[in-house]
């Protein structure tokens, strides 16, 4: 399970954490208070809120970090049940883990749907109206075509009722980068047999961790690309993750070849631990 705190180190603010989050930024967004830019009655009264964050989240302008290949890694090790995020920047399939691994519990921009005639179009059919800054409309109705991103009070992706096999079936739940507030993704935690281990990695102490914590729990706190690579470690997959990101790093700059590169090399770089 995992939330915007997995996706700070690649650059893209979380909602709840003061200051940095983006429920503290409300400025920038203008909005009226946090929750505002996903009700659809807020929505519909200045829908601009929503397509700004939607520019900035629209797959290509970030990229996966450290964590994201973790979890790739599980996937190329057939570890991996299944992956459920609530995060909407698509850096998950980005990392290369397909989507038949992913549950995308909060949506994705990979479809878009009219909101009055509901009209289902690929994201990237209203792609050049979002980086232009146009609410994009229905070709047929000229309703609000909307992102396939779950609003509150909307119904979460069929694919979520996955979880009632998932869960039961987990050996391993590992917890990353996520406060646990938001219903029912949260409720998750508590689905998976008393006798399977949780692994918390987050810089705060959240949700039954805090409140009712099993016998079995596990907790890193602090940075989670620390923990995860405090993990690798332990594992004794360092080399391989290293050599993972390198490869996939490899095809990004193919495909932007032309495109300045960084040649920072840090051991610690919160993108590559191989040295981006
Ligand atoms: P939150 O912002 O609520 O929580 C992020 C968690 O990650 C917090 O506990 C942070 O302390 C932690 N965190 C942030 N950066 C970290 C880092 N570098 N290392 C370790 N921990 C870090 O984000 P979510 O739990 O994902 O809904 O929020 C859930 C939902 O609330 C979102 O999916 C969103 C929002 O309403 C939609 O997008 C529809």
Redesign the pocket.
């Given at each position: 399970m995992v939330?915007?705190?997995i996706s700070?180190?690649s650059g893209i603010p979380?909602?709840?954490?003061p200051g940095s989050?983006l429920?503290s930024n409300l400025q920038q967004y203008d909005i009226p208070y946090p929750?505002a830019i996903?009700e659809l009655g807020f929505f519909f009264h200045n829908p601009k809120p929503f397509f700004t964050l939607a520019k900035e989240l629209y797959p290509g302008h970030y990229r996966p970090n450290v964590t994201h290949y973790f979890l790739r890694l599980l996937h190329d090790k057939e570890l991996l049940l299944r992956l459920y995020t609530?995060?909407?920047d698509g850096l998950e399939r980005a990392s290369g883990i397909p989507a038949s691994k992913l549950v995308e519990a909060?949506?994705s921009f990979v479809s878009a749907t009219c909101t009055v005639c509901r009209r289902s179009f690929p994201g990237e059919d209203i792609w050049a109206d979002v980086m232009a800054d146009k609410v994009p409309r229905c070709p047929i109705c000229t309703g609000i075509v909307k992102p396939d991103?779950?609003?509150?009070g909307e119904q979460l992706p069929a694919r979520f009722l996955l979880h009632t096999a998932d869960f039961a079936l987990a050996d391993l739940l590992l917890i990353l980068?996520?406060?646990?507030?938001?219903e029912p993704?949260a409720s998750l935690s508590e689905e998976v047999q008393k006798s399977v281990p949780r692994l918390l990695?987050?810089?705060?102490l959240?949700g039954p961790f805090a409140l009712s914590p099993r016998r079995k729990d596990v907790v890193q706190l602090?940075?989670?690309?620390h923990?995860v690579e405090r993990l690798v470690d332990l594992l004794g997959w360092t080399q391989e993750l290293q050599d993972l990101i390198q490869q996939e790093h490899g095809k990004v700059q193919m495909l932007s070849s032309g495109a300045q590169s960084s040649s920072t090399s840090s051991v610690h770089c919160s993108l590559c631990i191989a040295g981006c």
């Open positions: 939330g915007a705190g700070t180190p979380d909602f709840r954490s989050g429920y929750e996903f609530q995060n909407i909060h949506g991103i779950v609003f509150f980068g996520t406060s646990l507030e938001v993704f990695i987050n810089r705060d959240v602090g940075d989670v690309v923990g």
